[in-house]
């Protein structure tokens, strides 16, 4: 793919300039993070590969949901961490174009995987009888695939239409990774048709899955509360609650980030938020997936006695 009329040759990321004292500790704690952040995703792809009680559609969903996380957060993390220590914060117009793009990409795969998961869990809730059935191994692969491709595809129109846009300058970017917003205000081109297209996809793959997923749990929370046994129902609920909360964070953060018409006045706000979304929730999504799952509990320790009998094996000789 080629840059037509590109004048500038890179852009410049401020990232946390205004916190240049700090910059070591920032550093130290996003790298825990990120660490944390890698090992909890890779983990639950590992469990979920390997471990036959991990073998529902639930679950094959989740490693999914893992894998968008594992490329999110390495597509942004590693470049930030550099920043913070080299203090330039430059990164080439191509560098930053393929970075909003895996970022978008992921982004709009996640959305949909939100999607997909809750309607596994409504028909798990809702239609029990017909679950198996209907949630069949080749059905998953099929919505999985197509969230996939969705998400590149769509993602795809909006980096060849940046990638004919004209940079000129100023190249400065006031935030950690590159995002859409920055790179049209720095378009000396027309950008009508990027803003027109990516407002129209933006909505359809984010404000239809949202609600999606709200009319899904409306009908879950009435099924639910007509189960007559109270055990009944907290058990119906714990099967889906991780999945509530992971929506509840993801869209919280996404539609503050995107949709609030302020966004530009409070700027400082929207930094530290682009930070929860980029980095902090996708550490949060195996912690709330695992903290109470017994499956995921089960499945590790059958791991760990798995990797231990050749230790115990050599301890023994």
């Known amino acids: ?21 700090f910059r070591i500790l920032f550093f130290i704690f996003f790298l825990i993070v990120y660490i944390f952040t890698l090992s909890g995703n890779l983990l639950i792809i590992l469990l979920v590969a390997t471990n036959a009680r991990l073998r529902s559609p639930m679950y094959f969903f ?26 330039d914060g430059s990164i080439s117009v191509p560098g930053c174009l393929t970075q909003y793009y895996f970022f978008s990409s992921t982004a709009t795969t996640e ?3 939100l999607a997909i998961m809750s309607y596994d869990r409504y028909l798990a809730i809702c239609r029990p009888l017909h679950y198996s059935s209907l949630m069949n191994f080749r059905l998953c692969c099929q919505t999985a695939t197509w969230t996939w491709l ?3 595809t769509i993602s795809m129109v909006t980096l060849i239409l940046l990638c004919k846009s004209h940079f000129c300058g100023p190249n400065i970017i006031d ?14 081109s027309d950008t009508f048709l990027i803003e027109l297209e990516s407002f129209v996809f933006a909505s359809i793959l984010t404000l239809f899955p949202f609600v999606f997923i709200v009319t899904t749990y409306i009908l879950i929370l009435y099924n639910i509360h007509k189960i007559p046994s109270t055990t009944g129902r907290k058990k119906a609920f714990s099967t889906c609650s991780s999945h509530l909360a992971v929506v509840a964070t993801y869209y919280g953060t996404l539609i503050t980030m995107y949709v609030v018409p302020s966004r530009k006045q409070l700027f400082g706000i929207s930094k530290a938020l682009s930070l929860l979304y980029t980095v902090v929730t996708p550490l949060l ?33």
């Open 111 to 113: 959305c949909l995987l």
């Open 1 to 21: 793919m080629h840059l037509d009329n590109i004048n500038i040759t890179e852009f410049t990321l401020t990232g946390f300039k205004n916190l240049y004292n």
């Open 175 to 188: 935030n950690f990774f590159c995002d859409l917003s920055p790179l049209i205000e720095l378009s000396c």
């Open 150 to 152: 969705g998400g590149l």
């Open 62 to 87: 989740l490693s999914n949901l893992s894998i968008s996380e594992v490329v999110f957060t390495t597509n942004i993390v590693p470049n930030m961490l550099d920043n913070l220590l080299s203090e």
């Open 285 to 317: 999504n195996p912690i709330v997936y695992s903290l109470r799952n017994k499956e995921i509990h089960a499945a590790l320790k059958t791991l760990l006695k798995h990797f231990a009998k050749p230790l115990n094996k050599h301890a023994n000789n």
